[in-house]
């Protein structure tokens, strides 16, 4: 059978190519940033100069560095919702699902290159983005099912059962933000305590 060659790429192929590129180079760029200089302090120029990408490409794309930092808490939201998925499949019980889910969590966040620098000058900015974003609506739904499945929840109102659970995530979340302030934190302690702490918080419900 005769050698076939590959069609080469169309301009419209290349052009794709080139802009997934360059917006990967923007996203890379940017996560350095403002893990070093944080979003009020950075500007589109750190991050253009960082990145070797021209201006013009980056307003192409992005139009303002927020754009940049939603995409990057929304791809990050979306890790965080997949690691801890794995960490929780299979527990029997409410307590091992929140320990594995805490200590996956936050070893997921503090294992990134920039992670805590990232976190730790982005607070205010991470919080605002958090509750309400689709990522973080579908992350609750499925912590909402695993728990329903394990039948603790089955005296709660489907509101109460919502709220318990942004409550889980809120946790989560203000523990890691209290974790990078000693970066030595015992992250597996902290994840049993909390998963303790609620635990006993979900049973007590259940018996009103």
């Keep these: 059978m005769p050698n076939q060659r590959k069609a080469p790429y169309s301009l ?19 996560w350095k940033v403002f893990a070093t200089l944080g979003l009020d302090s950075a500007t589109v120029r750190d991050i ?33 919702r997949l690691e801890i998925a794995a ?21 997921m966040l503090l294992s990134l290159p920039g992670g805590a620098e990232f976190f730790e000058r982005n607070q205010q900015h991470i919080r605002s983005r958090l509750f309400g974003s689709a990522q973080i609506r579908a992350l609750l739904a499925d912590i909402e099912m695993d728990v329903a499945e ?43 305590f909390l998963a303790r702490l609620l635990t006993h918080g979900i049973q ?4 009103g």
């Design 48 to 80: 253009v100069n960082e990145s070797g990408v021209s201006a013009g490409s980056f307003y192409n794309y992005y139009r303002t560095k927020e754009a940049v930092f939603d995409k990057l808490v929304a791809c990050l939201i979306e890790r965080i």
């Design 150 to 192: 394990l039948g603790v929840l089955e005296s709660l109102s489907e509101s109460e059962r919502k709220l318990l659970v942004s409550i889980m995530f809120a946790t989560g979340t203000e523990a890691i933000f209290g974790a990078l302030k000693t970066r030595d934190a015992d992250i597996e302690g902290l994840a049993r």
């Design 12 to 30: 419209s192929e290349k052009r794709g190519m080139t802009r997934a590129q360059n917006m990967e180079k923007i996203e890379a760029a940017a």
């Design 204 to 207: 007590g419900c259940g018996k």
């Design 87 to 107: 960490a929780r499949a299979g527990a029997q019980d409410i307590e091992t699902m929140l320990r594995q889910g805490y200590g996956a969590f936050m070893n």
